[in-house]
């Protein structure tokens, strides 16, 4: 099947984090990652989400929330380093998506979707959140900051919406 240019398409790193061999959805890194390269050749815009486990309980879907999880991976919290330690494998992963000539692909980073459910560790809102909003504030000032100025990634460009 042809991609569209000027279309986007989306891709799910979840896993990434633990450095599972394959995403939530069970398709191969290595696969995952040549898919991203033929998307961007083809001419679509490439966008990542990051379903991640929960740093506190390791749940994945279904088992992924958990009060206080957005406290305990600040800076200060009880899971920070162990965060910190999954954003240097999401770095990693998004350092080897490069285009035919090794230059870096574009890239628009889904940060924390859906917060306003109450379904993620990142959630903000239903009847058991995970975050108070400033909470939720910090985590994403903080991550955008890590992945951009401690990773380098420079051809990310992090967006979040409810």
């Not at 899971?79 to 230059?103: C, N, P």
């Not at 692909?105 to 459910?117: G, Q, T, W």
């Not at 959140?129 to 100025?149: G, K």
């Amino acid at each position: 099947m042809a991609a569209t240019p000027g279309a986007s398409a989306t891709f799910e790193i979840g896993g990434i984090e633990v450095l599972a061999g394959h995403n939530v959805d069970g398709v191969p890194f290595p696969a995952l990652a040549r898919q991203i390269r033929e998307a961007y050749a083809a001419g679509e815009a490439v966008e990542l989400t990051w379903s991640s486990m929960n740093p506190i309980t390791n749940g994945g879907a279904g088992h992924n929330t958990a009060p206080m999880s957005v406290a305990s991976v600040l800076p200060g919290g009880e899971s920070h380093e162990k965060y910190v330690r999954w954003l240097d494998h999401v770095a990693m992963f998004i350092e080897q998506l490069t285009d035919a000539e090794g230059r870096p692909i574009p890239l628009e980073f889904r940060l924390f979707h859906e917060h306003e459910d109450d379904r993620f560790w990142w959630s903000t809102g239903g009847e058991h959140p995970c975050a108070t909003p400033e909470e939720f504030d910090a985590i994403t000032h903080f991550t955008v900051e890590y992945l951009s100025e401690l990773a380098g990634l420079h051809n990310v460009v992090c967006k979040v919406e409810s």
